[in-house]
């Protein structure tokens, strides 16, 4: 089972006894779904889905919280990187559920302000996917790592582990872009989290692995966005006790 959007997020929350019972509503502004017009084909060299995978009950599930890049912008949902390592891994022997609460134009405020409603879904494992909206909007650095640090202590807090992904920004932003790409190494190896130095090596930048807005990847960059983060993702679903 997957579920792919902040807004499926929602319904399937809704239809939870857990939530019918909580009494707490859901974040300002976490049912706008942002539009995201799907392809007719796959691009060239990128394979369409077989078919929906069928993911075992007792398989973990995987929280991915991040923006546009995370939630595939402008692709069909099963061309982005969240969805690509999930069909490669259950190809590997490793499935897991797969809720992809990602949202296009969210900053690490974003995502720490819908964290716990997100966490409702009781994920073994959280990918953290955040924060290159703030570096390109100029949020204070100190703000973002602050964002940060809330979303992986609650999503330890239930009980989680927790996947950070490291951003950069382009090296024009000097001092700016010095600050921002020392955050994520830091608070990984100060929060003892499994990290991904930069989950965008070999993408961000590249002209033809990026839409025509240059900030977005096509669906070759997504297969190379999943090259990135399938070995340490591998290595944390094979770390996951048996359920």
């Not at 992986?152 to 010095?178: H, M, Q």
């Amino acid at each position: 089972m997957t579920i792919r959007s902040p807004r499926l997020l929602i319904l399937a929350l809704s239809l939870s006894p857990l939530v019918c019972c909580g009494g707490e509503s859901e974040p300002t502004g976490a049912a706008a779904l942002p539009s995201r017009p799907l392809l007719d084909a796959p691009a060239s060299g990128v394979q369409a889905p077989a078919a929906e995978l069928t993911v075992p009950e007792t398989a973990p599930t995987v929280l991915f919280m991040g923006d546009s890049i995370g939630a595939g912008l402008h692709l069909a949902e099963h061309q982005a990187f969240p969805a690509l390592l999930q069909q490669r891994l259950s190809a590997a022997g490793l499935p897991f559920r797969l809720v992809n609460a990602s949202e296009s134009g969210r900053t690490a405020a974003g995502g720490a302000a819908a964290i716990d409603w997100s966490l409702r879904t009781k994920p073994d494992l959280v990918v953290i996917e955040l924060g290159g909206n703030d570096g390109l909007r100029g949020i204070p650095v100190e703000e973002t790592e602050r964002n940060l640090r809330a979303m992986i202590a609650a999503s330890r807090d239930a009980g989680a582990r927790v996947l950070l992904l490291g951003v950069r920004l382009p090296p024009n932003y000097g001092e700016a872009a010095e600050r921002f790409d020392a955050l994520y190494p830091a608070l990984a190896k100060e929060l003892d989290v499994a990290f991904v130095p930069f989950f965008m090596e070999g993408v961000g930048g590249v002209p033809e692995l990026n839409l025509a807005d240059g900030l977005h990847p096509t669906a070759v960059g997504h297969e190379r966005l999943a090259d990135n983060v399938e070995p340490t993702l591998r290595e944390l679903l094979e770390a996951l006790p048996p359920d």
